[in-house]
């Protein structure tokens, strides 16, 4: 019998899958970056049930420096793509080739 | 038929934490759902008041007039009976969804008002938090933060240019506002070092300057409450910061495609933010169900000699109750005021109010409060 | 059963499902609901998992902060639903995506929990308990925001300090690349 925590990691290995599925299969940026924060919510799922194993608190205080970091990530990201939408009128990850020779 | 009274009375007693989580839940239920309809009245009224005019005074009940009271009931039913539509144009999942969303989380966030201290029932103490989890009003915060979803995916779901627009101002204005909040509440929480509702409302029952005043919130760090009744009113997307919808500009905003049921039901996710928010505030700031210079604990002890123990404790819940709701009805009074009072804000006026006035107002409140309790804690 | 083991379980299922759903939208605002769900299942098992804060903090942050701005930014820009097209994934990377899998796996059964086990205990760490160490820095079980903010302020006092900087960093990125943009377009307007 497993318990909490432990399931926990096993969903947060599957999250991390879907969400890196996401990551690789989509052309679109927007797409792209929900996906990643898919993968961090595993990883932060990952934190929380580890936290909980070794009785620890150090988990949930990780967790909210990825959470920090997602915040930064997203901030950045859109002005990016907002900057990038305004430039060449597409969010597509193909139609962004001018710097390949 | 003793055999089905003493089944019912065993069941009640093994099961006494489900049976009072589930009847505080409905209690706060009935509460939120009560609010709409009384300030759909309230609203009118008084408007009617501020313009000199009569405003809604002849439904009534049973052949009474009541002030118009009946007026609510009357709109609802004429609500419940229009078409419901959906515009061709529309994403209809999340035009559908989206005044849900908006109606649940104020129906939800309400959960987390402690709505009196504590009551006693068969030797089992009761906490009349519905929702009393550690993290204590992050709760609420975080209710109050789901709830630009349901004006958002309004605006988008509706394919229309005005909603879209008022959708994407909200969902600025709440993110912009929501910083002010969290800010203008955290000198609470260090003053009372804690973050949950009750241990917050216990510690203002204690009497302040000799007893001359209640260790209020409201006079422990003013600037907070000042701050925070403001940005309550972004929160919520009232007058005078209702850019999403704004008549004037963007038609209705939001909701400028939605009719019948759906559209009253954006109002009854929004009254019972705006109720949940005005008791947060009143708990936080004014003493929640506390009465000036009589606490619970008091008010428990004096009642017991009237009544016997137990129902002594049921007596003051329900007076702590009345004045709770007493208390927040000050500020839903003033929401319906200040919107019949106060001009709609420009657009690029709000965004500055928001971050270049508030938000370095609440650092500085902060800054001074953390000092100054750092300083007592030391001493 | 217990009641919180199956509600987890559910939570963690519909999590996932959802996540599924999520990278097959079309539409990116419909993706970016589906993800809010998601992230409120995931804080639901945080509290299940008893961390309080970061229950609350996952909707305040994640869903009621970042996903409000990855919508206004959907919404401002108001793109047409995607046409789905998968592939582009290259065998080489198929192949260290299986291996990562792989890894994952062997980490996740039996074995590598065993070695969890270990590395845990021989760091003084016993699986439910609290270490040693941690026990004067902390309150009672049940005090979980006063737990995260003891160890925050104590033991990642730096960490939290280079953490702000970074925030401070992007607000400050952000608005250079947006504001240059929208300059230029007030001039050619």
Redesign the interface.
Known sequence: MLTLPEIGLYFSFLLFLVGLAGVMFRKNILFMMVSVEILLNAANLAFVSASKITGTIDGQVVMFFVMAVAACEAAVGLALIIALYRTKASIEADDLKALRG | MEGTVGVVTQFLDSNIGLVAALGKIALALVIALQVAPIMVWVERRQAAFIQRRIGPNRVGLFGFKLFGLGQPLADTIKLLFKEDFVPKQA?KF?YILAPIVTAVIGLVAIQGIPLAKEIVVGGHTINMQPVN????F??L???S??G??GV??A??SSNNKYA?LG??RA??Q??SY?IAMGLALLPMVFIYGT?DLQTMIAAQSDSLLFGVLPNWGIFLSPISFVIFVITMFAETNRLPFDLAEGEAELVAGFLVEYGSMRWSLFFLGEYAMMFTLSALTTCVFLGGYEIPWLSQTELVALLTPIFSAEPATWVASLIGLTVLLAKTAIFMFLFVQARFTLPRFRYDQLMRVGWVYLLPLALVNVVVLALIVGIMRLT | MDLNFIAFVVMGLAATILSGVMITRRWPVSAAMVLIAVMTLLAGMFGLLEAHFAAAAQIIVYAGAIMVVFVFVMMLLNLPPEELRYGGVTWGEMVLISLGVLVAIVLGTQVGQGLLTQGLESMGYAPGQTPAHAKSLYFAADENVKNVAATMFVDYLWAFELVSFLILAAVIGSIVIAKKRSAENANAA
């Open positions: 994403n999340f989890l550690n993290a204590g992050l709760y915060f975080a209710m933060a789901l630009v979803y958002a995916l605006g988008w879209l959708g994407l969902s600025a709440m993110i929501e973050l």
